[in-house]
């Protein structure tokens, strides 16, 4: 079956970085846009960041410019969020995402296939 599995999440301190990393298998996700989602506490599922399958003109929520860089190794279906200059805003679960369908969406519901999640809590 097709599976996203996030990985790389944890605790650490604001001003710190953190890089997530989302395994793909049970397909290829060459052609797919892949999307960074996060829920934070009490909150409901945002959208972070995406990249096309291209790996060209990845797009970012405002709130994350600047300090997330959104990047794939689609060879190894892989896909990587590099987060700097963490704040207590970016404390969330982030879900890792395949859209089969389209160029690129920053819409939850485009998406065809989700990871588990992995946490990211960030001290101030």
């Known amino acids: 079956q097709v599976q996203l599995v996030e990985s790389g999440g944890g605790l650490v301190q604001a001003g710190g970085s953190l890089r997530l990393s989302c395994a793909a298998s049970?397909?290829?996700?060459?052609?797919?846009?892949m999307g960074w989602f996060r829920q934070a506490p009490g909150k409901e599922r945002e959208f972070v960041a995406y990249?096309?399958?291209?790996?060209?003109?990845?797009y970012y929520v405002d709130s994350v410019k600047g300090r997330f860089t959104v990047s794939r190794d689609s060879a190894k279906n892989m896909v990587y969020l590099q987060m700097n200059s963490l704040n207590s805003e970016d404390t969330a679960v982030y879900y890792c995402?395949?859209?089969?369908?389209?160029?690129?969406?920053?819409?939850?519901?485009?998406?065809?296939?989700w990871g588990q999640g992995t946490q990211v809590t960030v001290s101030s």
């Open positions: 995402a395949g859209d089969s369908t389209g160029w690129g969406s920053t819409l939850t519901a485009r998406y065809d296939y």
């Open positions: 990249i096309s399958w291209s790996a060209g003109s990845p």
């Open positions: 049970g397909g290829t996700f060459i052609r797919y846009t």
